[in-house]
């Protein structure tokens, strides 16, 4: 996701030399180098912080601590911090961070893509100023929306893990296909468009998905059939049991001691 990140901030017209990475692993720090050629990319994120304006943490919950004791002693107090570790809580990065505008946002993997979803919400010290300047960093990568911290797990649940909830709509689909005999080859490039296209009829439509699915659903038609037997077998319950369990697994993330 950083280098998803970093990818877009380039390509929405950042400059590369006012932009650096701290990576710890030597062999993707020589990968990032050789990706990003323009880039400063440093072992110690100690090193990438000084003088920076705004510093984006992306790495896994349980290194944030460490994080966070690296860049607290040489961090600009002006600078803005925002963190796409999920579950970490706004109160664990201001602890950590005191004094400091911190924003926590839960982006997604479409952002490799430059289609992402991300929703942030920000600490006690953030300003209309600190959460424009966190979507203007995301927005290089998608859609941003501002939501109170107490939905952010939420958002987890739903955007954060939904890809593969899709994803996995479309392996059945592709396995489906190629069980009712249609080759492989050619269920793959059908599920891929039908997803796309029916993204992008509900994205740019004024249509809600009950609309769009009714239109689809002739009284007595192969489409009613299929949606009978999802529904049958509790499809739509088991997309609200998931995010749910996502969402609660986001809240356990961030608070390991409970």
């Known amino acids: 996701m950083g280098e998803a990140l970093l990818g877009g901030l380039i390509d929405a017209g950042w400059e590369s030399t006012d932009l650096a990475v701290a990576e710890p692993d030597a062999e993707r720090r020589r990968a990032l180098?050789?990706?990003?050629?323009?880039?400063r990319?440093?072992?110690?994120?100690?090193?990438?912080?000084?003088?920076?304006?705004?510093?984006?943490i992306a790495v896994k919950p349980d290194h944030v601590h460490e994080v966070l004791e690296a860049v607290a002693p040489v961090l600009d107090r002006?600078?803005?911090?925002?963190?796409?570790?999920?579950?970490?809580?706004?109160?664990?990065?201001?602890?950590?961070?005191?004094?400091?505008?911190v924003v926590r946002a839960m982006p997604n993997t479409p952002a490799l893509v430059?289609?992402?979803?991300?929703?942030?919400?920000?600490?006690?010290?953030?300003?209309?100023?600190?959460?424009?300047?966190?979507?203007?960093?995301l927005g290089a990568v998608g859609v941003?929306?501002?939501?109170?911290?107490?939905?952010?797990?939420?958002?987890?649940?739903?955007?954060?893990?939904?890809?593969?909830?899709l994803f996995?709509?479309?392996?059945?689909?592709?396995?489906?296909?190629?069980?009712a005999g249609i080759p492989r080859a050619t269920a793959v490039t059908l599920v891929e468009q039908t997803?796309?296209?029916?993204?992008?009829?509900?994205?740019?439509?004024?249509?809600?998905?009950a609309e769009l699915r009714a239109a689809v659903t002739s009284p007595g038609g192969t489409t009613a059939s299929g949606l009978q037997v999802l529904e049958a077998r509790g499809v739509r319950a088991a997309f609200l049991d998931a995010v749910q369990a996502a969402s609660a697994r986001s809240r356990a993330l961030g608070r390991p001691e409970e």
């Open 33 to 39: 180098e050789q990706a990003f050629p323009d880039v």
């Open 144 to 165: 941003v929306v501002r939501v109170p911290e107490s939905l952010l797990d939420a958002v987890t649940g739903l955007s954060g893990s939904g890809p593969a909830y």
């Open 114 to 137: 430059r289609e992402g979803a991300a929703a942030i919400a920000g600490g006690a010290e953030a300003t209309d100023a600190h959460l424009e300047l966190a979507e203007r960093v």
């Open 78 to 101: 002006d600078a803005m911090v925002l963190s796409i570790a999920a579950g970490v809580t706004l109160d664990t990065l201001q602890s950590g961070l005191p004094g400091r505008a």
């Open 41 to 56: 990319v440093v072992p110690s994120a100690a090193w990438a912080v000084a003088d920076a304006a705004v510093v984006v």
């Open 195 to 209: 997803l796309y296209g029916s993204a992008k009829l509900l994205a740019e439509g004024s249509e809600s998905p």
């Open 168 to 179: 996995l709509v479309a392996e059945a689909l592709i396995e489906a296909g190629v069980l």
